[in-house]
C-alpha cells in the first residue's frame, strides 16, 4: 500500500465498502475508554472486536 495520502485508498480491494456511524457522546467515550485500555483506536476495536462479536451473537436470528 503506498503511503500517498492522495490515492491510498486505490490499493484497497474493491470489494470493501465503506459506512459510517454516529453514536452518542456516552457510547463513544465508553468505546474510547475500552480501546485506549487495550492500546487499539476506536475503528481498530469495532472493526477487530465488536462488530464480530456483534455479529456472532446475532447471526443466528436472521437464520431463521
Known amino acids: 500500500?503506498?503511503?500517498?495520502?492522495?490515492?491510498?485508498?486505490?490499493?484497497?480491494?474493491?470489494?470493501n465498502k465503506k459506512f459510517m456511524q454516529t453514536l452518542e457522546v456516552e457510547t463513544y467515550r465508553t468505546i474510547a475508554k475500552e480501546a485506549s485500555q487495550r492500546g487499539a483506536?476506536?475503528?481498530?476495536?469495532?472493526?477487530?472486536?465488536?462488530?464480530?462479536e456483534w455479529l456472532t451473537e446475532n447471526r443466528k436470528k436472521w437464520s431463521k
Open 41 to 52: 483506536t476506536v475503528q481498530e476495536l469495532l472493526r477487530a472486536v465488536i462488530i464480530p
Open 1 to 15: 500500500m503506498t503511503l500517498d495520502r492522495e490515492c491510498w485508498w486505490k490499493d484497497l480491494p474493491r470489494n
